[in-house]
């Protein structure tokens, strides 16, 4: 569950749930405390997603430090070379 706390302190909540987005009491609660969320898209091993995380970070700090909350972004893996950085992009701005 995404906290208060998280938007306080300026983190970027990360998650796998991809229907939160169509989930009106989610997207209430991530408008109303201004969180901004990542989730994190593929049917791939969690250690698969959680590498090209890593590997699409210097992206994904960019993209980031460039927009205010409240917001959800996708973080894609690469569609045919899977060792190569993803791609992030915006899915749901609040305002």
């Keep these: 569950m995404i906290s208060l706390q998280t938007a306080e302190r300026g983190w970027v909540a ?3 749930d991809a229907n939160i987005r169509h989930t009106s009491r989610s997207r209430e609660a991530i ?3 201004g969180v901004r969320l990542i989730v994190v898209k593929g049917k791939a091993r969690t250690q698969e997603l959680a590498e090209n995380f890593l590997r ?3 992206t994904i700090s960019h993209f980031v430090a460039h927009r205010l909350g409240p917001w959800i972004a996708k973080l ?3 569609p045919h070379e899977p060792m190569r950085p993803g791609r992030i992009e915006m899915w749901c701005e609040f305002r």
């Design 14 to 16: 990360v998650s796998h």
């Design 31 to 33: 408008a109303k405390v």
């Design 56 to 58: 699409t970070y210097t």
């Design 76 to 78: 894609y893996t690469h």
